[in-house]
């Protein structure tokens, strides 16, 4: 197998973008990358985008940036996983290159939501859903369905509501410190646990917002660069009455335990993270399908501080969906970017000595989940 590296990262800012159109995002943050990477002959181009078409009435993406990149003739697609659009984007350019059919790829993401009412937005979410099911008949929809678990989670184990404010505040303290972060106004944890009710008991602060942005990064063969060490991906139901055990995602499970065993290691080893947290009841559930905690245990790595700064394994340092943002195509290359800027030492909420890192994307409701696995190279102090 050939080695894959980052040599090249973009990212623009996230939030309420109205004067960029995606295609513009999608340019300005694949040339940021492309430059970084000291504009290298590209061999194709894919692009992570989930509601380009029902959004932005506008399709052919790859092509589109392949073109008013000048990159020529090349091959490129645009990959479609939900929220994880980004990741699996980002895996098929890591298995092209590794096979040795591409030596150099462009991977991009973004998503144009901020223009779009919030009814619309959340129609063009709902596909993301079995759609032909007695679920989405009855009206289910994300913050039902993330809500729906957070009440049995409670019902299972001691935590309780103040355990997701607790992710809600971590990671908007982290986003304090990240200029390209969506929200960036200090809040309290009273002020989490007293803010307005979306669906019980996730309040407004436990839900990731609509976002404009993009994310990029240039992956090539060879030593140089953040290597890439484990790629990998799974599939899980798409319906809760499906699931085996509503309480686990077994794609974020089954991706996590391939991601390990390609890299030869093991959860203990991992120095920093970026997970999906598209609610902050996700984010402990992930704690607990990562391995960072056993099954129904999660919530207690919160109250020990472990995943804040200083702790035993630091999650979402860029501010996490919940407070950097979730631009949906974007997502898992800008947890990406995030895991990459800390590995080479110049991140936003930096962890010192941060040698190998984590990003996992998921999607729909535990539909699809990527996890890869990179490192700096560098021998542990």
Known sequence: MNHVTVIGTGITQFGTLKEQSLKQLLLDA???????AGFPKVDAVFIGNFMSGSLANQEILGSLIAHDLG?????????????????????????????GVYNTVLVAGGEKMKHAGTDVVTSAINAAMDTDSNEKAAGLSFPGFFGLLAN??????????????MVALKNRNYALNNPMAQYRD????????????????LGLFDCSPITDGAAAVVLSRGQSGIRVIASSQASGPTQAQEADDLLTFIATKTSADLAYAQAGLGPEDIDVIELHDCFSMTEILAYEALGLAKVREGWKLLENGDTRHGGRIPVNTSGGLLSKGH??????????????????????????????GLAQNLGGTGSYSTVHIFTNGRSAE
Do not use: W
Not at 187 to 195: K, S
């Open 30 to 36: 694949s040339f940021q990358a492309l430059k970084e």
């Open 71 to 99: 990159l020529g003739p090349i091959p490129t697609a645009k990959m479609e996983g939900a929220c994880a659009s980004g990741g699996i984007a980002f895996r098929h350019a890591c298995e092209m290159i590794e096979a």
């Open 327 to 356: 631009p949906i195509g974007a997502t898992g290359l800008a947890q990406i970017y995030q895991i990459v800027e800390q590995l080479r030492g110049t991140a936003c909420n930096q962890v010192d000595g941060a040698r190998i």
């Open 152 to 165: 049995r989670y409670f019902y299972e184990t001691e935590a309780t509501k103040k355990h997701l404010a």
């Open 186 to 201: 200090p809040v309290t944890l009273e002020e989490i646990l007293n803010a307005r009710m979306i669906t019980e008991p």
